[in-house]
């Protein structure tokens, strides 16, 4: 905030501020001071990156949240929503790619939209595995499982933690194929390393074990 007092038309500060903004859950400021700004600014760089940063606030929390609610209704209550409609509905490209790309996006993980939009991703697609493998190809083909290695090894915080590696064991169970991909993929003998030494110091986490004896 210094630094945009000091120089209030510098773009890479004011991006800074609206961030920060973000990353303390004050969507409505970042918004505010966005739109507070002449065109020209909008177009730099940065703040373009902050427009894009809140588009993804408003709706790749939203979309996940609101595909998770589906998948649960249609689990708890089918006669509201018919088996093979919610089928296609959930298991086609057009809702498994954007379910993916929330998980996919490289936006800054401490910021608390961020982590909340890619842990309520990780429950959408460890639902959708559990409900249909054909489902499974369909996630793997759009890069999920590079995408839930980086989520686990980038966060500290139990819950999206936990989010990444049940998803990622519903998408491993009983297929060498994908297990292969996750000890490939970038990180993935980290991660799993990772894995070994909490398993080590927290007998209670299932997750972690179930994965680890799955691969």
Request: one cysteine or more.
């Amino acid at each position: 905030k210094q630094i945009v007092e000091a120089d209030p038309g510098n773009p890479d500060a004011l991006a800074g501020l609206g961030r920060c903004m973000l990353a303390r859950n004050k969507a409505k400021d970042a918004k505010a001071l966005v739109e507070s700004l002449d065109d020209e600014t909008k177009k730099t760089p940065a703040v373009a990156s902050l427009i894009a940063a809140l588009e993804l606030a408003a709706e790749g929390v939203g979309a996940a949240k609101a595909l998770r609610r589906l998948v649960k209704a249609a689990d708890k209550k089918p006669s509201l929503l018919g088996a093979s409609e919610i089928v296609e509905i959930i298991a086609s490209e057009q809702a498994i790619a954007p379910l993916v790309d929330v998980l996919k996006d490289e936006s800054d993980v401490w910021l608390k939209y961020v982590l909340l939009a890619k842990q309520e991703a990780a429950r959408v697609v460890k639902l959708l595995a559990d409900a249909n493998r054909a489902n499974v190809a369909a996630i793997v083909a759009r890069g999920a499982i590079p995408a839930l290695v980086m989520l686990i090894d980038a966060v500290n915080q139990d819950d999206p933690k936990e989010a990444g590696v049940t998803a990622l064991h519903a998408i491993c169970n009983n297929s060498r194929q994908y297990r292969n991909m996750v000890v490939n993929s970038p990180r993935g003998i980290k991660v799993l390393m990772q894995l070994v030494a909490r398993t080590a110091t927290n007998a209670s986490d299932e997750a972690s074990s179930r994965l680890l004896y799955a691969i």
